[in-house]
């Protein structure tokens, strides 16, 4: 007899009376951001944010009642708040937009990544914002009704909420419609409606992307001088892709503090205007090698065509990719692959993530194998966030107290900023040294280096962090980028200097490297864009 199990304590509700509840909730306690952000773009109009409060609250009643079904009820209550909560929690810290961009960076991270944000905080979050309110919406019952009685009452609460909500909602429209073109990311905080539409786009542009066939690109490429070949050293280019990394916080591009004081004292190429594509690795990694260039690029387009690996290939080059960060997106699916990330080596590695030094360990023997043209493509880890800590080694602690946590509210922005700062004096050490033994090995290779961050950060500037704002929107220290250029002496053999020297100055983009890279490497093919070629540009004209 189960009669008694659960005593005539438990509550009864009605199932409309729940759903409105519910509603509040989630409008009310987990919409902090969209609510501040509504007081700073409707500030002083006051009539206007009464009427979207009234509007919305309206609109979250006739959507939450419309659930209310006997079965489904529950259950669905319960996915709608779990979700705002967690939601809530990375736009109330962060401040970040989960637009469907965001959702595949997310799809697309490593669990060791994901482990970072799932913080004390985060559990504790989740604990009094969602699993809370859901034992309760589990706990309490509710009196059901018949389809017909209950269809009718159901309808008798959202008809007039929808009248409410269209009524209050076009009384100020104007001003609404105004003031989300000027503030584009304003409704994207709403939760969890925002988050749940993204997902479901971002589920169906991956549903058109698993049916793709990737067309031939770049076949005709070529080595100019693939014929003299046997007569000169092979040539090397390393492409360093950057993981995180601003330019604000390179001393090369001004910062204050000295972050680059190993690559300063290299004969380096430093472009101080380099804009990424994107503001996630997601999109960046595979619209720098796509050669769609920023404006034309989507991931369905990459996906579609082979990249400038792939091109290389056709030329006849070797081209290998390591990663240490969360793999290629998509880029080095063809060309032989290193997942150094999954490695368990004890010199690198811990907690499921490892050190950049691991790009390192077997670079010596890969360049003392070199018999042919090759391009080595490293992808650093860099410094991922926000556990900026876990990116270098002890050594590297110089600017210090650094943030030791991955919880930002556990840290004063000058030690996550400290901590952030180690990370890139890491990547200057990371990257200097590649370009030591890239130097040792000119005796029988002819090496050049190009880096490139994948995107920027933010570090509390306009009360955000970390990085994947819409690109549209996106500040500054999320979209300007560290990219520099070494080149051996083979490779700087015949430079005109001024003209480098000039370039360096100008704007470049992620659009330049492939491109550029193809010029490294004396590519000739017909998709190759010369005026985006930072490099052959500078060289002296053929004389043939
Ligand atoms: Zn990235």
């Known amino acids: 007899m189960n009669f008694h199990v659960f005593p005539a304590g438990r509550p009864r509700l009605g199932s409309v009376t729940l759903s409105i509840i519910v509603a509040l909730y989630v409008l009310v306690l987990l919409n902090r951001s969209f609510w501040a952000q509504s007081l700073t773009v409707l500030a ?42 967690a939601a809530s929690w990375f736009m109330d810290q962060f401040g970040v937009i989960i637009d469907s961009d965001m959702i ?20 504790i979050h989740m604990g009094a914002y969602a699993l809370l309110p859901a034992l309760l919406i ?153 050669g769609l260039g920023h404006d034309d690029y989507s991931h369905m387009g990459a996906l579609e065509r082979q990249n400038l690996m792939d091109v290389l290939v056709h030329a006849g080059i070797r081209a290998e990719w390591w990663d240490n960060n969360t793999g290629s997106k998509g880029v080095a699916a063809r060309i032989p692959y290193k997942e150094l990330y999954r490695s368990t080596d004890s010199r690198f590695c811990e907690n499921g993530e490892c050190k950049d030094a691991i790009l390192l360990d077997q670079l010596d023997n890969w360049l003392s194998s070199v018999t042919r043209d090759s ?47 180690n990370s890139i004096l890491y990547t200057d050490h990371i990257l200097a040294t590649i370009i030591d033994r890239l130097k040792a090995a000119e005796n029988h290779v002819a090496p050049t280096m190009i880096y490139m961050s994948d995107h920027g950060e933010s570090l509390g500037e306009k009360g955000l962090f970390l990085h994947g704002a819409p690109w549209v929107v996106a500040p500054e220290q999320q979209t300007h980028i560290p990219f520099l250029l070494w080149l051996g002496k083979d490779a ?19 659009d330049n490297l492939f491109p550029t890279v193809l010029g ?12 985006l070629d930072l490099y052959s540009g500078c060289l002296p004209k053929p004389t043939s």
């Open 104 to 123: 595949r960076n997310a799809a697309e991270t490593t669990s060791a990544e994901a482990g970072h944000l799932l913080t004390p905080g985060f559990v």
């Open 375 to 421: 391009v080595l493509v490293l992808h650093q880890l860099g410094s991922h966030g926000p556990a900026y800590y876990a990116r270098y080694p002890d050594e590297y602690r110089v600017f210090q107290p650094d943030c030791r946590s991955a919880e930002f509210s556990k840290c004063h922005r000058p030690e996550i900023i400290n901590a952030y700062d």
């Open 138 to 290: 589990g706990w309490v019952r509710i009196r059901h009704h018949s389809f017909p009685k209950k269809l009718a009452m159901n309808l008798a609460v959202i008809l007039p909420a929808l009248l409410v909500f269209a009524g209050a909602g076009l009384s100020h429209a104007g001003t609404y419609a105004f003031t989300i073109r000027q503030n584009r990311e304003w409704f994207a905080t709403l939760n969890p409606v925002m988050p749940i539409a993204n997902a479901v786009a971002y589920l169906q542009k991956l549903r058109q992307e698993r049916g793709v066939t990737v067309q031939p690109y770049g076949t005709d490429a070529r080595v100019a001088d693939a014929a003299a070949a046997a007569q000169r050293k092979p040539r090397v280019t390393i492409i360093v892709v950057g993981e995180t990394a601003r330019a604000s916080s390179f001393s090369l591009g001004g910062y204050e503090r000295p972050t680059n004081p190993e690559l300063s004292r290299r004969d380096i190429f430093y472009f101080d205007k380099a804009q990424s594509c994107g503001t996630a690795t997601a999109i960046s990694v595979p619209c720098m090698f796509s």
């Open 44 to 85: 002083g109009q006051k009539m206007a944010l009464l009427g979207l409060v009234v509007s919305l609250a309206a609109g979250f009643i006739a959507l939450f009642v419309s659930f209310s079904v006997k079965y489904i009820m529950k259950p669905l209550l319960i996915l709608l708040v779990v979700t705002a909560a």
């Open 520 to 531: 490294l490497m004396h590519v000739q093919t017909e998709v190759r864009d010369a005026s």
């Open 492 to 510: 700087k053999a015949g430079i005109d200097l001024a003209c480098m020297e000039k370039r360096k100055t100008e704007p470049v983009s992620h």
